[in-house]
């Protein structure tokens, strides 16, 4: 896929990134020495193997192997497909991608439907300040506290009571009536088409990107529903989404912790307040995919219910939906809001400072958990211990192997007096750290293509070493030529950039693994370009041996050049000279 974008582009996209501030953005990086390093973000360790490269434009972890470009990153870290990493990152640099891309490997184009959502949020906003009905909106805001400001950094609009102003403007014509009702914008009413979202508050949804994927609307006036949702569309799922979570990244470089509630008006209202490391799930349960977003965005998650018997089941499902991912690695609690105080009102009750110490002493999922079900049976018998112990088992047994799974199985033991079986051998999730024992060096031309890789200055030896090489049959070298081509065509082309070019070939993998292989962590600074030549001359050597062997069966036809069959010839008269001299 990536030869479909011209390779000029993806070379420009990588120089205007700086990798450092892109992964900063998502994991806390520290200097040390010329490079940064942090955690592994792709598997659980204690001390930092992890190693971004400002001068390759690379990422390497030495623990798990996981190495790449900023876009290696974005796909591996936000789960991005090529296209989008790349969307993504020129976003970030004021690039324009050309989108001519084969549509069997992206599916279906859905931009259009993007630019919809982008220009109906732009509609709505115009509506809150312009419109002669939209005063209630204001009204309705300053009652709950929220100020202009606030209003403006989450983009809030106004859908009028009468009239339709997103068919009026943006449905023109038969393919974009179409595309209104894709997306739920536009409703069928007795055989005709008007705005789905009336005399509504409108808060448009971004994914973390920060593209306006649905909208969720608060009646004004009388009736049912007070809250509205877009409808499941092809870029909008509820249970994949968390409103405010673009927002937070953009409000906070590095988030310590997530809270999360249960509606947008919360989300916004505590921002007010300078809590802005808030979303909240839009109308459904948490997800998996939810635990995924937030498990990519904070070390810690707090999730807020109400503290009456319907939040507390709540709190429940979202336990259990959280023990497949439960390693200990990140934190999660459960908050627990007074009888007949939501967020809102809390915050402005008490203050940001008391709500953020109710935050800190939130109740951890372990707690929660045991609480629970020892709520449920009678903790004094013995029949009630064996049948904590029957409750408890299947849902530990959910866990992923590891400490946390063990500290677990070591609490229902303590309570329940009996030893309960720790199910060796359950895989961890995520990446397996690799010890490998005694790795041994890769083959000369591989040595010399991991060596060019991870230093395509090196290239300009190539110049001054015999080139014999190229005439070896080894698959390798036909690799080593193109990227010697490549470098010789742009002399500053990075690492990062150099790889990329490889990525939609068949080698690519491989490649990747090359660049980073242990052998060259062996060889100093100033003995690289000694290691490239000597490799090329090494090389050679072995071609013209192998040479000089193979004209003593070779058919006399066909198999050589007439400038190697003569300068073999040479060869070999020179020698039988020297021999009848020794004579």
Known sequence: MAGRIPPELIDELLSRTDIVDLIGTRIQLRKAGKDYQARCPFHEEKTPSFTVSPDKQFYHCFGCGAHGTAIGFLMEYDRLAFREAVDELARRAGLEIPGAVDAADLGPDHRPLYQLHEQAADIYREQLRSHPEAQRAVDYLKRRGLSGEIAARYGLGFAPPAGNPLLSRLGTGPIERGRLATCGLAVDQDGRLRDRFRDRVVFPIRDRRGR???????????????????????????????????????????????????????????????????????????????????????????????????????????????????????????????????????????????????????????????????????????????????????????????????????????????????????????????????????????????????????ASEAAAAPDDWRRSTSPGVAILVQLLETIAAYPTISKAALLERWRDREHFAYLQRLSVDPFLRDIPVEGLAAEFSGALHRMSEEVRKEERRRPLNQPSTGAWSDEVRARLEQEAEAARTRKRSLE
């Not at 997800?287 to 089941?313: I, N």
């Not at 211990?385 to 959910?398: G, V």
């Not at 005694?438 to 031309?445: E, G, M, N, T, V």
Request: glycine residues 8%.
């Open 212 to 458: 306006v994927i649905g909208f969720g609307g608060r009646l004004l006036g009388e009736g049912k529903p007070k809250y509205l949702n877009s409808p499941e569309t092809p870029i909008f799922r509820k249970g994949h989404q968390l409103y405010g979570l673009f927002e937070a990244q953009k409000a906070n470089r590095r988030l310590d912790a997530m809270l999360v509630v249960e509606g947008y008006m919360d989300v916004i209202a505590l921002a007010q307040f300078g809590l802005t490391n808030v979303v909240a799930t839009l109308g459904t349960a948490t997800t998996p995919e939810h635990l995924q977003l937030l498990s990519r965005a904070a070390p810690e998650v707090v999730f807020c219910f109400d503290g009456d018997p319907a939040g507390r089941a709540a709190a429940w499902k979202a336990l259990e939906t959280a023990l497949p991912s439960a390693t200990g690695r990140q934190s999660i609690r459960f908050l627990f809001l007074p009888d007949g105080e939501d967020p809102d009102t809390l915050i402005r009750a008490e203050g940001p400072e008391a709500f953020r110490t109710r935050m800190v002493r939130a109740q951890p999922l372990s707690e929660l958990l045991f609480e629970q079900l020892c709520g449920r049976v009678d903790m004094t018998s013995i029949d009630g211990r064996a049948q904590l112990a029957t409750l408890a088992q299947p849902l530990i047994q959910s866990v992923p192997a590891g400490v946390y799974h063990d500290m677990l199985v070591g609490r229902l033991a303590a309570l329940t007096g009996l030893a309960v079986d720790r199910r060796q051998g359950t895989p961890r999730h995520g990446r397996v750290r690799r010890e490998p024992a005694h790795p041994s060096r890769p083959s000369r031309i591989a040595q010399a293509i991991a060596l060019l890789l991870d230093h395509p200055e090196l």
